[in-house]
């Protein structure tokens, strides 16, 4: 069964930075859009970004546009999304996830990834 590895994470004070990536454990999403959720205590799994199998086309939750990039190389199961001048409203679990498809949007989640917890301190 592929896996999403997840790396990265952990505890940053307000306004730092965090990396986060992904890698399939095979290379069978090399042709499909990749991204990123998160879901903060108490609250349901949002959608934070995604990208196209070519790291030509991304899209990102409106409130996070200019803080957070996602990015990828053209054709590789893999994704990093950096953050920066984190709140920390932008503490949860955030989950890599891979689609089905080969456009930007996440309508068909072939694989999650087991989540990689974010921190962020006032």
């Known amino acids: 069964q592929v896996q999403l590895v997840q790396s990265g994470g952990g505890l940053v004070q307000a306004g730092g930075s965090l990396r986060l990536s992904c890698a399939a454990s095979e290379r069978i999403f090399d042709a499909y859009a990749m991204g990123w959720f998160r879901q903060a205590p108490g609250k349901e799994r949002e959608f934070v970004a995604s990208i196209s199998w070519d790291g030509v086309h991304t899209q990102y939750l409106d409130s996070l546009k200019g803080r957070f990039t996602i990015s990828r190389r053209s054709g590789e199961s893999a994704v990093s999304l950096l953050m920066n001048s984190l709140k920390p409203e932008d503490t949860a679990i955030y989950y890599c996830?891979?689609?089905?498809?080969?456009?930007?949007?996440?309508?068909?989640?072939?694989?999650w990834g087991r989540g990689t917890q974010v921190t962020v301190s006032s």
């Open positions: 996830a891979a689609d089905r498809q080969s456009g930007v949007q996440l309508s068909a989640i072939a694989s």
